[in-house]
């Protein structure tokens, strides 16, 4: 049974490719959405008045990841020379850089309360930084094979966390380890994205990759509960609704697709699928209210509302 939702698009931004998005997530911050471009810029855009803040650039490469660090009033960016850089959100002047990683940096999470940040990165390597002690590398966590794409913190435990690798596989770490707690493997070709969906009673990961599915992990038995199919490309982008049962999807094929998922039956629905004419999707990102997404395409970004009617 469908859940009827409402999506409306109530922004669009032409640009170079979207590698990144991001949202200032607390409910008195400016309404800004932070776009990391593939020409080396990264955009800063107000979705209330659809205007484009500030328009900045970070080096001569693409930028692939930039994120808010709101506490700090900081953006941090990540970029294919390996740079991270930090700078005044105000101001764009730049506070700090340093050489994270010796080949293209792929994603940057930031703890949600202590002051750490993670990277990985096409060195197959992912680093755990402390602005606190001068940016010092407090842990490498070394296990993947190859490129490390993207990383996701564990919204149940900080502790703990996710990446996903062209290796094929999906691993869970501790940040006081550097060795992985769990090797999940199934996917036929490279992970792309991972993220963490719970229900109120258990935890799982879900992962997309180039085999063009996504798969939803049960971590506890280390198995593959459910497989999405549909995707005609390479799936790029995975995020969830935090208040319904529902999963975001997006991929190289340009689609932006929505599935409810019942864990008890193991089962799911395609609810929507939506091609918004603006070639390959790279990203997606929630706001705090888990009614605003902000997509990042080849063309520009958008930001849609999904409600149940």
Request: proline fraction near 4%; charge should be negative; charged fraction near 20%.
């Amino acid at each position: 049974m469908s859940l009827k939702l409402n999506i409306k698009q109530h922004l669009s931004v032409p640009s170079d490719r979207v590698k990144c998005i991001d949202l200032l997530c607390h409910p008195s911050a400016e309404p800004w959405m932070l776009c990391a471009l593939h020409n080396g810029h990264v955009l800063i855009i107000n979705y209330q008045t659809q205007q484009i803040v500030e328009d900045f650039e970070v080096c001569a490469k693409p930028v692939r990841c930039a994120k808010f660090i709101e506490r700090k009033n900081w953006i941090v960016t990540g970029s294919d020379d390996g740079m991270i850089r930090i700078y005044d959100v105000k101001s764009l002047a730049p506070i700090h850089s340093f050489k994270g990683h010796s080949d293209f940096v792929r994603s940057i999470i930031v703890h949600p309360e202590l002051p750490l940040l993670l990277t990985c990165s096409d060195d197959s390597l992912i680093k755990l930084w402390n602005w606190d002690k001068q940016w010092s590398c407090d842990q490498v966590f070394e296990g993947h094979s190859h490129y490390v794409m993207q990383i996701a913190f564990n919204p149940k435990d900080f502790n703990t966390f996710a990446s996903a690798s062209l290796d094929k596989t999906v691993k869970t770490w501790q940040l006081d380890s550097n060795v992985a707690n769990l090797t999940l493997e199934g996917h036929k070709k490279g992970v792309n994205c991972v993220n963490y969906y719970h229900t109120p009673t258990e935890s799982f990961l879900i992962s997309g990759g180039d085999d063009y599915v996504v798969k939803i992990w049960n971590p506890k038995n280390n198995s593959c509960v459910q497989t999405l199919g549909g995707h005609s490309d390479n799936v790029t982008a995975v995020a969830l609704h935090k208040e319904l049962p529902i999963v975001f999807t997006g991929s190289e094929d340009g689609t932006f697709r929505i599935w409810r998922l019942d864990m008890e039956k193991q089962t799911h629905y395609l609810e929507s699928c939506i091609d918004y004419g603006l070639k390959r999707l790279w990203t997606i990102a929630n706001h705090f209210n888990n009614v605003d997404l902000a997509l990042g395409f080849d063309e520009g970004s958008i930001i849609i509302k999904v409600q149940q009617e």
